[in-house]
């Protein structure tokens, strides 16, 4: 009781209001500090609205591997690419894949696919619990998905990514044409290689299911401010202070979650860092007349189709651009003529379209760690593909962080320094 007492009289002010913002925010709230969260849209927007709702997959293979450096070239010159970096990026967009290749060495394949392993598999507790605390298990399902290809030579370009799953003790089980047909049977029949994952769980409705947390954040006593941050100062006494459009706001602690906005305000703070927004775009099939039963991952297409409460959810493809460069429709166009082929019989009609900006960082590792130039600020951004299935555990982490308690997985691959060492 003392020590809830003791909390409650210190305030933690946490930029962003995405699953990452609002997992930190709930978990804080509930050690008993006084949390104010902020940021300039509604909570659960962006991203966590936007993703293909996977509360737990195995994806603990980083972007940059010996696999994915030689299909580089030819994938950024197919026009059907799900890998595109807009023309006015491109000197960016090839900068940040430059040092992306670095990360291609074996020993820093394995180093990071082993702490994404560690947020993974600590998420599977961390998401559990804060389900219950806001009671939504309505909204999460475990059906498993598929991973299905063409052709046995796109299934084997993936066998490096397998080995490393299997290493992991995350990877799924080989299906041929039999199984990939009763377990998604909407789907062509041109699908002749998949895998199984029993294990993967997934949401129906992915904004709903942040908004729960963030329900439950309110409902504890958190206050919720909508405002623009453009800035980080500090007092006199070394208070965080976050300058937004309205007036400032000091706590004794801040952790900085605003995604792929978040690059502006590390670098006030301590640097430049490599952090590109890697936009997804998906469609929503409100009557698709189709019924996949569970997730499946389309592979050579790069997008997953998921049935969500609104309808199918078709989501993927990577674009490199901007951070306010408008979205391309025909990148949401490709995936729904992909899908087409890939699902036939599925209708289309009134289809809606969206487009986020994932927070990505060349070794497919999130920052997760204090800042270099005060403790009092504590990072939390990079997810890239994993802001869902990782919010929670990255919660639980930086609960850790603002009370000096040592985290429950090694943290030491996360940290902002590492950025600066290659």
């Known amino acids: 009781m003392v020590a809830a007492l003791q909390n409650r009289r210190e305030h933690v002010a946490i930029g962003g209001s995405g699953i990452v913002g609002i997992s930190c925010a709930l978990a804080l709230i509930q050690n008993g500090y006084r949390v104010t969260l902020i940021d300039r849209d509604e909570p659960a927007a962006g991203c966590s609205f936007g993703n293909a709702g996977m509360t737990w997959c195995p994806w603990v293979v980083p972007l940059a591997r010996a696999g994915i450096a030689r299909k580089l070239p030819g994938m950024l010159l197919r026009p059907d690419s799900p890998l595109t970096i807009r023309p006015s990026y491109w000197y960016q967009g090839l900068g940040w894949m430059r040092r992306a290749l670095k990360e291609v060495k074996p020993d820093r394949v394995a180093a990071s696919s082993t702490a ?175 019924d996949l039963g569970r997730p499946v991952v389309f592979k050579e297409s790069g997008f997953v189709a998921t049935p969500m409460n609104s309808g199918l959810r078709l989501a993927g493809m990577d674009e490199f651009a901007s951070l306010r460069a408008p979205a391309n429709p025909k990148i949401v166009h490709r995936i729904r003529k992909l899908a087409k082929h890939n699902i036939p019989g599925l209708n289309t009609d009134r289809a809606t379209e969206w487009m986020g900006a994932r927070p990505a960082l060349p070794d497919s590792l999130p920052v997760i760690s204090t800042s270099v130039s005060s403790d009092r600020v504590i990072y939390a951004f990079g997810h890239h593909h994993l802001g869902l299935t990782c919010g929670p555990a990255t919660g639980d982490i930086v609960r850790s962080l603002v009370s000096k308690e040592k985290p429950a997985i090694d943290i030491t691959p996360f940290r902002v320094q590492r950025l600066w060492s290659v």
């Open 116 to 290: 994404l392993a560690d947020l993974i598999g600590a998420s599977i507790e961390s998401t559990k619990a804060m389900v219950d605390v806001a009671n939504s298990h309505d909204l999460i399902r475990h059906d498993g998905w598929i991973e299905v290809y063409r052709n046995k030579s796109s299934f084997e370009a993936d066998a490096d990514e397998r080995a490393i799953q299997n290493q992991h003790n995350v990877a799924g089980t080989s299906i041929g044409p039999r199984e990939i047909r009763e377990l998604a049977p909407a789907i062509s029949e041109e699908f002749q290689y998949g895998i199984w994952n029993e294990a993967v769980s997934n949401t129906r409705d992915p904004g709903a299911l942040a908004r729960r947390f963030f329900d439950a954040f309110i409902e504890r006593g958190g206050e919720y401010v909508k405002t623009e941050i453009h800035s980080i100062a500090f007092g006199a006494d070394g208070t965080p202070v976050f300058i937004t459009d309205r007036a400032p706001i000091a706590a004794d602690k801040a952790v900085i979650a605003l995604g792929a906005w978040s690059a502006s305000l590390v670098e006030q703070l301590d640097g430049k860092v490599p952090l590109a927004a890697e936009r997804g775009y998906h469609s929503v099939c409100p009557t698709p007349e189709v």
